[in-house]
Structure formats: C-alpha cells, structure tokens
C-alpha cells in the first residue's frame, strides 16, 4: 500500500524567505503527483499536477520537482509572503485512479 | 457559482445516533469522493462512485454509508457502528475523464457530543 510522508510537519520563516516543502512515497508506480493547499477549516485546492512522465512543473513562485524512481517531490516557493501560511499537502495516485495524501507541512510566514 | 457545495459546516453527534453529510455538485462532474481527515493525518478515502447507482468502499469504509441516486450528490452517511466519528470530512469530485482533476468542497466538521 501506498504511503506518503512529508517533512517537515510544520516550518516557520520570515517573510521573503525561499523554501522547500518534501514529499516522499514508497511505490514509484504513480500515474502522478499533485502539490494541494489547505486553509484552515477549507477545502483543499490544486496548486501543481506533474505527470508520472516529467520532472517539473511551475506556476508563479511555485515550482514542484518529481523523482519518480526516488520516490519524492520537492515544492519550492520562492519569496514567501504571509499569504502563503497555510498546509501544504502532496498526493499521490496511482493508476487505479486512487488518491494517497500525505499528512501535510504547516506553513507559517511571519511578517 | 459552479462548485461543490458541503453541509453542514458544524455537526454534532450524539452516542448511537447516524449522522448525514450532504455533498452537491454543479460542475456535471462523474466521479465522487468521500474523505476524513484527522489531525496529523493526511486525507483517508471512505467511499467513492465513478457513476449514479455505483459505489467503492475505500480504505476506511467501516461505519459509513454512501448512495448515489443522483450525479449531482453524494451524501455520506456516519453510523453508530463508526465508534471514532470525531474528524473533518472532505467531499471531491472530478470529470470521469480528467480523474487527476479533484474539486474539494469547503468540509464538515462531525463532532462527538
């Protein structure tokens, strides 16, 4: 069965800081891997889909990595502003179609 | 708005009594999920349906029941059998043909009285 663990489980910097969210799974055999955010007492939204078949992908200050045959995922945020406190969650699915989360980094961007 | 729609916010259970959470969807969407996530733990799958009238258990299905008599809903059920209902329940869904695609709603919070 699929695990999917992420370090650190919570991570304070001071604003404007760059940082490094992991992600790491046990069975390389994934279809892909997406990047979540979670506000608290919200729903979860997409921030980076990365197919099995590629390395990367970047949206704005966001850049995820993937390696697949390791079996994990870094999400960079460059610049980090208050507005990015929130967790971070990475999921995994396979291709049975199933979703497997990870239990998240709480991140706190002090002002 | 186009979205998922999740009610309760807030719901209390009493010992022995089955509690419904409402899912609505307007996104015409197949696919429907049903997750519970608990402090320090990522999202665990209950249930799920690709299609009206079919339902998955997941990995936590114990205690719950699903039904799907229409596309565009998807009510979890959280029985007596479920001894620790205490979490945050997440519904999603996706296009049967983009399943790598997954609209959270904004979760009910199920509580133990």
């Known amino acids: 069965k699929q695990e999917v663990t992420q370090i650190p489980a919570a991570l304070s910097v001071p604003e404007g800081e760059n940082l490094v969210l992991n992600c790491s799974f046990t069975?390389?055999?994934?279809?892909?891997l997406q990047w979540f955010r979670q506000d608290p007492g919200k729903g979860l939204t997409s921030l980076l889909l990365?197919?099995?078949?590629?390395r990367e992908q970047t949206s704005g200050r966001l850049n995820a990595s993937l390696d697949k045959s390791s079996g994990r995922s870094t999400l960079y945020i460059a610049a980090s502003q208050p507005g990015d406190s929130a967790t971070y969650l990475c999921a995994v699915q396979n291709t049975g179609n199933q979703f497997y989360f990870g239990t998240g980094t709480s991140l706190t961007v002090i002002p | 708005d186009g979205g998922i729609t999740q009610s309760p916010k807030y719901l209390f259970r009493k010992e022995g009594q089955n509690v419904t959470l409402s899912c609505e969807q307007n996104l015409n969407h197949d696919a429907m999920y049903w997750y519970r996530q608990d402090p320090g733990q990522g999202l665990r799958l209950i249930y799920y349906s690709q299609i009206v009238n079919d339902f998955q258990k997941g990995d936590i299905a114990e205690g719950y029941s699903v039904s799907r008599e229409k596309k565009e809903s998807f009510p979890l059920t959280v029985t007596s059998a479920q001894k620790n209902p205490t979490a945050f329940y997440l519904c999603?869904?996706?296009?049967?043909?983009?399943?790598?695609?997954?609209?959270f709603g904004a979760g009910t919070r199920l509580s133990v009285l």
């Open positions: 990365i197919q099995s078949s590629q």
């Open positions: 069975d390389s055999a994934i279809y892909n």
């Open positions: 999603a869904s996706s296009p049967l043909l983009a399943k790598n695609i997954q609209y």
